[in-house]
């Protein structure tokens, strides 16, 4: 069985490689990817006959001195099942040594199944790094890549998608995130004792077909990672020194259809031996029972009642304010002195001019005379 798998996944590797690179010369980036991909996984099945095809890690290096790199070329984690062929748990031997450079970060898995009602493969882990020349090339967070395909009378229907941390990975310490990126490094960074300078360029594409991540109309599912590295080396005098691959890693690759194998042609029997009649086959039906979604009972939220507890003013009590009677001191009028009231003073007669006046000064005194009066007056 080991060496079944193997010649298996060189098999794999060498159509996809070969076919890569020929459609490197002629077509974009982009279409690279694709075409890639979809070769090899036509290839894979074309030989193998399988339904559902999982590659964990595909690293190939090459041969460039310049860089201090060596060739090599190797696939790590395999499954393929074929039509209706059951599960297959994988093969994580590693025959090839891509673990001598490829460090995967906790539980390897790369499984697929194949069953009447539906194929489906799967590849994860929680990290790759990739180490060259005592550098970490190429850092890969967290891959979740999942592919899964359902034929008649339900579909066909596929889905497809491959997770990763961020979407973005890590070459030479330096942040790259999906598409064309191109960076500057030196040779120390490479770790290349020739090389002053390099310019590097990294084409990261994530694979989703269909995209979306949700069920399409369609009858085949494929996902995965692909890496390609290219760098331009140049010496101190900026002579160049190397101008091409450096790198390519596939990780998670998953891939699956819905198509039937094709039957063996029949053998016809000799005409001198009457013809053997087979009695029909009946298939019986594939019924998948409907999937029923028990429905999600969100319980009412219920806001507590707020009680406000009563708020008692206390009374307040205002002491009577006794104003002390204001006792005025009687007041005593002085006692009204009615006005002297004189007698009228009668003035005396004139005197007769036949009498003698008096001899004396008259008298001034009060009294009623003044010499004269209601009396008379007898000279002494």
Partial sequence: MPTTLLLRDEARRRVRRSAFRAALAVVTGATVT???????????????????????ADLTISDAPAAG????????????????????????????????????????????????D?????????????SLNDRDYLSVGSLD????????????????????????????????????????????????????????????????????GGYQPQSSARAGL????????RDEEGQELYDGPLVDVE??????????TTSPPATTPPPTQPPVTDPPITIPP????????????????????????????PPVTVPPVTVPPITLPPTTLPPTTPPTTRPPVTKPPTPTPTEPGPSHKPDYGYGYGYGYGYGDHTEH
């Fill in 118 to 130: 539906r194929n489906w493969a799967q590849a994860q882990a929680s990290g790759f790094t990739l």
């Fill in 251 to 260: 990780l998670g690759h998953v891939d699956v259809t819905c198509d039937a």
């Fill in 34 to 56: 694709a075409a890639a991909f979809t070769m090899a996984g036509t290839g894979a099945r074309a030989a193998e006959g399988d339904v559902a095809n999982s590659v964990l």
């Fill in 226 to 233: 692909d890496i390609i590295i290219t760098g331009v080396l």
């Fill in 69 to 116: 790199l060596d060739a090599f070329a190797g696939v790590f984690g395999t499954a393929g099942s074929p039509p209706n062929g059951g599960l297959d748990n994988g093969d994580l031997s590693d025959p090839s040594g891509v673990l001598d450079f490829l460090t995967v970060r906790g539980q390897a898995v790369a499984r697929t199944n194949a069953e009447p």
């Fill in 286 to 313: 594939v019924t998948i029972p409907p999937v029923t979604v028990p429905p999600i009972t969100v319980p009412p939220v219920t806001d507590p009642p707020i009680t406000i507890p009563p708020v008692t003013v």
């Fill in 145 to 212: 890549a999942y592919a899964e395909c359902i034929p008649a009378p339900i579909g066909p229907l596929a889905l497809a998608y491959a997770r990763t941390d961020s979407n973005t990975i890590g070459v030479l310490g330096r942040q790259v995130p999906t598409g064309t990126t191109q960076l500057e490094v030196t040779g120390a960074e490479l770790g290349a004792d020739d090389v002053s300078t390099a310019t590097l360029t990294v084409r990261y594409d994530q694979i989703e077909d269909p995209a979306g």
